[in-house]
């Protein structure tokens, strides 16, 4: 049959022309118009010298391709929901990461409360610091020996030189380095450069010159790599509770009350201060297990057992300065293994009060039998020194 769009001849079985690719139409053949000229019917007749070639169907476009199909030496290119993904469930290691750190802080330079902890000064420094670390070593590490996270392995992604060759630590560090730009504002930055990128490449991986790929691993592989996920979060809860259980917590109470002031662990007061001199005036100092709105001692004793739960002080300063700090130290003297000897448990501070009440909630494991002491600071000076005891019933 003839073309309709060239006029070539083509076997009745072509779908599309040889000559031009156009679709065949299975209808009546065209014939060459009567009214032509002989030299246009002439060239409508094929030589007989002319090659047969085979049908075959034109190939699709390369804009036919789809996004998902995009090709790095060999390998697919990651899709940015699952690079969203597996940064996410990085996100939320580190995140975990910070409550082991912040309670070991918090028990070295005091913030630890009855239901978890609070920061401030050096631990507030110590924790952010360590876990800014933390994030660096853990993409650097990992994504150097294995080429992914645990995210990343997750959702079966992998890192990638261009070349296709496997990153290493070097590049590894280049590429995490940036990370600290490429996380501007969730990740924003990363993300727009990566989306305007033909190789999706965030700032890292342009100056490393790597890729985020689709990886081979199978689904067993990527179960392994979820448990482990998971696995990393719950040893988190378990490391904080360990840390958190048997260190005693501190609380004050009263209006204006202050952040936990910072004190090495383990600092030994001793009685090398000096008593407070004339001025401001201690007058009384009580300790027992509760205590009224209007800071009247309830329970009073110097003697507790491990299930009391909670130990507190009410003090009354006469001629305080409303800018005169008000301290208290609590000091575990002797109890055996809980903790060496005159480990300062915990301290607490608050400004310029003429009354109030200091007190500590019961550890998670109960209170370690021995002797104990609470000393009450006013200003640099010890005002008073009040022992007590924790004994079995």
């Not at 996920?229 to 904080?240: D, M, R």
């Not at 329970?299 to 003090?315: H, K, L, M, N, R």
Request: charged share 15%.
């Amino acid at each position: 049959m003839f073309c309709r769009e060239c006029g070539t001849q083509n076997e009745s079985s072509s779908m599309f022309c040889v000559k031009c690719g156009a679709a065949m139409s299975a209808g009546t053949p065209a014939q060459p118009s009567a009214g032509a000229p002989a030299s246009s019917r002439s060239s409508l007749t094929p030589s007989p010298s002319a090659p047969n070639f085979p049908a075959t169907a034109p190939a699709p476009p390369p804009a036919a391709q789809s996004e998902a199909q995009q090709i790095v030496s060999g390998a697919a290119l990651a899709g940015m929901g699952d690079r969203a993904i597996a940064a996410a469930l990085d996100s939320v290691v580190i995140a975990f990461l910070m409550v082991p750190v912040g309670m070991w802080a918090a028990a070295h330079w005091g913030g630890i409360t009855p239901s978890g902890f609070e920061l401030h000064g050096i631990a507030a420094f110590f924790t952010f610091s360590s876990v800014g670390i933390l994030w660096l070593v853990y993409y650097w590490l990992l994504e150097g020996v294995s080429g992914a996270t645990l995210g990343k392995l997750v959702m079966n992604v992998r890192v990638r030189r261009v070349d296709g060759s496997n990153i290493d630590l070097r590049k590894s560090l280049v590429r995490n380095l940036l990370r600290v730009i490429d996380a501007i504002g969730v990740y924003l930055v990363g993300f727009l450069v990566a989306l305007l990128s033909g190789k999706r490449q965030r700032l890292g991986d342009h100056v490393a010159d790597t890729v985020v790929v689709q990886a081979s691993a199978g689904k067993v592989a990527r179960v392994a790599a979820t448990l482990a996920w998971v696995a990393v979060i719950a040893s988190c809860f378990i490391a904080a509770y360990k840390l958190h259980a048997g260190v005693p917590q501190s609380e004050t109470a009263g209006p204006g009350a202050a952040p936990s002031q910072v004190t090495p662990r383990g600092a030994e007061l001793g009685t090398q201060a000096s008593l407070a001199p004339a001025g401001p005036r201690l007058t009384r100092a009580e300790m027992g297990t509760d205590a009224t709105e209007n800071y009247q001692i309830i329970g009073a004793s110097s003697e507790f057992y491990p299930d009391t739960p909670q130990i507190v002080c009410v003090w009354n300063i006469e001629g305080i300065d409303p800018g005169t700090l008000i301290k208290s130290v609590w000091i575990a003297e002797d109890v055996g293994e809980g903790a060496p000897p005159n480990y300062q448990i915990a301290e607490k501070s608050i400004t310029g009060l003429n009354e109030g009440k200091f007190f500590m909630a019961i550890p998670t494991n109960g209170w370690p039998i021995g002797k104990y002491r609470m000393e009450i600071y006013i200003g640099d000076n010890l005002a008073k020194q009040l022992p007590f005891t924790v004994k079995q019933r």
